[in-house]
Nanobody, 127 residues
Framework: QVQLIESGGGLVQAGGSLRLSCVVSGRTFNDYAMGWFRQAPGEEREFVSAITWSGRSTVYADSVKGRFTISRDNVKNTVYLQMNSLKPEDTAIYYC????????????????????WGQGTQVTVSS
């Protein structure tokens, strides 16, 4: 049984930082790209960032580029999202996801490209 468990969300003031973590079990973590998405109330789920299985390549949405950093630890089966200079518009439920195919050289920016999802962690940024 594949499980993705996020943690690290919370309430922070604008300009603050949070680090999200996502621990994966039940599949060979090293073989799959990982992604972060977010969904605000009344909005569709949107791409935030992704990282290849090796960790050598990363992709970011324009809205978070320069503020967020994705990384992974293939020993700890964990992917991270360091979020700095947070803005109220970053408020959303953040989800991690595991790629549907192995060894993707270009992670998908679409939810349909991911096979497994975590339950989400709430991030609230106050102004």
């Amino acid at each position: 049984q594949v499980q993705l468990i996020e943690s690290g969300g919370g309430l922070v003031q604008a300009g603050g930082s949070l680090r999200l973590s996502c621990v994966v079990s039940g599949r060979t973590f090293n073989d799959y790209a990982m992604g972060w998405f977010r969904q605000a109330p009344g909005e569709e789920r949107e791409f935030v960032s992704a990282i290849t299985w090796s960790g050598r390549s990363t992709v970011y949405a324009d809205s978070v580029k320069g503020r967020f950093t994705i990384s992974r630890d293939n020993v700890k089966n964990t992917v991270y999202l360091q979020m700095n200079s947070l803005k109220p518009e970053d408020t959303a439920i953040y989800y991690c996801a595991s790629d549907a195919t192995t060894y993707s050289s270009l992670p998908s920016i679409y939810p349909r490209g991911y096979e497994y999802w975590g339950q989400g962690t709430q991030v609230t940024v106050s102004s």
